[in-house]
């Protein structure tokens, strides 16, 4: 059992599911909307959040019910030893992917504008490196870094955005939705990783004070997501206009790199924007790097939780898959691939509730 002080608040856990999301979408979201030709990829970013609380009330009665496991002790009682760890392995590959992707984008972001001549590899081996130091102190003390640095970085971010108001043309978000339907099943896919994060829920359960409140935390924490991103696409949209936000590779940065406020002494605006991102980013990656480490632990059954051999390992495995990528042109592919696993994550939990729901059928035919 976990101790009383050691389990995470209402708060905590929404500040976790939301920081998680937010991560690589608030530099690249613009570029991947845009390139649907659509002005107002912002309202159909709403929509999908809806989507994906509906997709997550469904399923979180299942887990609030058994909220004294995780998601991977769940899958190996009800589904059984060798399927339950197949869904396990599947689960904390995907989050070791999650972090690869995570790790290397942020290598990418740091080198290219603020340690052009340091090594990528050693920039993200550092990152991950720290990474797995938060990993062994275990959910708690992760919770509380996220309540440290999300808060401060949402401020900084939305006070730059709104800085940028300035140059907002709203004739750049025009017409509203103008391809329909269309639009949204066209730019659905391409934004699916940018709502990734979000499927931390599934071990955060067992973790809370309360289970109870757990709904209320996802809801909470994919709407401020959701709601954050869409401000995010409409504003550099607004400024910047469809045409120009898909032939630019960090459309967010450059836009607050082009900003300038007459009497401030400050010249580079940008300089705020990738510290913060840098923080947010790696808070985004230590969610994925937690559920993975959960993961593997369920599957091999290590009593202790912090084992060397695992979490060298981690380290090893998540530093060599990062540097794979030739460039970052090779990351944005891979992260369309890395959005369709993120939903295949999602149905995990909702095979393990209709396979616990068979078995009391088939328990209920044989008593009576």
């Known amino acids: 059992m976990k101790k009383p002080e050691d389990k995470l608040t209402f708060m905590q856990t929404l500040l976790m599911v939301s920081g998680t999301m937010i991560g690589a979408g608030v530099l690249t979201l613009p570029r991947s ?14 929509v999908q959040s809806v989507v994906f609380i509906g997709i997550v009330l469904l399923f979180m009665p299942f887990l609030q019910k058994n909220s004294g496991e995780t998601i991977y002790e769940l899958n190996q009682r009800i589904m059984g030893r060798a399927v339950g760890s197949l869904l396990n392995l599947f689960m904390s590959c995907y989050f070791v992917v999650t972090v690869c992707f995570q790790a290397r984008f942020l290598g990418e972001v740091i080198n290219y504008f603020l340690l052009k001549n340091t090594p990528m590899g050693v920039v993200i081996f550092i990152f991950l490196a720290v990474g797995i130091y938060h990993v062994t102190g275990g959910v708690y003390p992760i919770s509380k870094l996220y309540a440290y640095l999300f808060p401060i970085t949402i401020i900084i971010l939305l006070t730059l955005l709104i800085f940028s108001l300035r140059l907002f043309n709203l004739d750049f978000v025009r017409p509203v939705m103008e391809g329909g339907y269309k639009s949204f099943f066209e730019l659905f896919p391409r934004t699916l990783l940018y709502f990734s994060g979000l499927e931390v829920i599934l071990f955060l359960v067992p973790f ?3 289970p109870k409140q757990a709904k209320k935390a996802a809801v909470f924490g994919i709407g401020s997501a959701g709601l954050f991103y869409s401000f995010t696409l409409l504003v550099v949209i607004g ?4 045409a120009e936000a898909k032939t630019v590779t960090y459309p967010t ?4 790199h082009a900003l300038e406020i007459q009497g401030i002494f400050i010249e580079r605006f940008d300089i705020f924007l990738l510290i913060t991102w840098t923080c947010q980013q790696f808070t985004c990656m230590l969610g994925s790097f937690k559920g993975a480490h959960l993961g593997f632990n369920t599957i091999f059954g290590l009593k202790n ?27 944005f592919a891979f992260a369309n691939i890395l959005g369709y696993t993120f939903f295949a994550v999602l149905m995990i939990p909702f095979l393990t509730w209709f396979v616990s729901w068979l078995k009391k059928i088939a328990g209920r035919k044989q008593t009576s």
């Open 305 to 331: 939780k912090n084992n060397g051999w695992l979490l060298g390992g981690l380290l090893a495995v998540t530093f060599g898959l990062s540097m794979y990528p030739d460039d970052i042109n090779s990351v």
């Open 33 to 46: 909307a845009a390139s649907a030709d659509s002005p107002s990829g912002w309202i159909i970013i709403l």
């Open 253 to 256: 940065i450059s836009l607050i």
């Open 208 to 210: 809370m004070k309360n």
């Open 239 to 242: 400024c910047m206009s469809v």
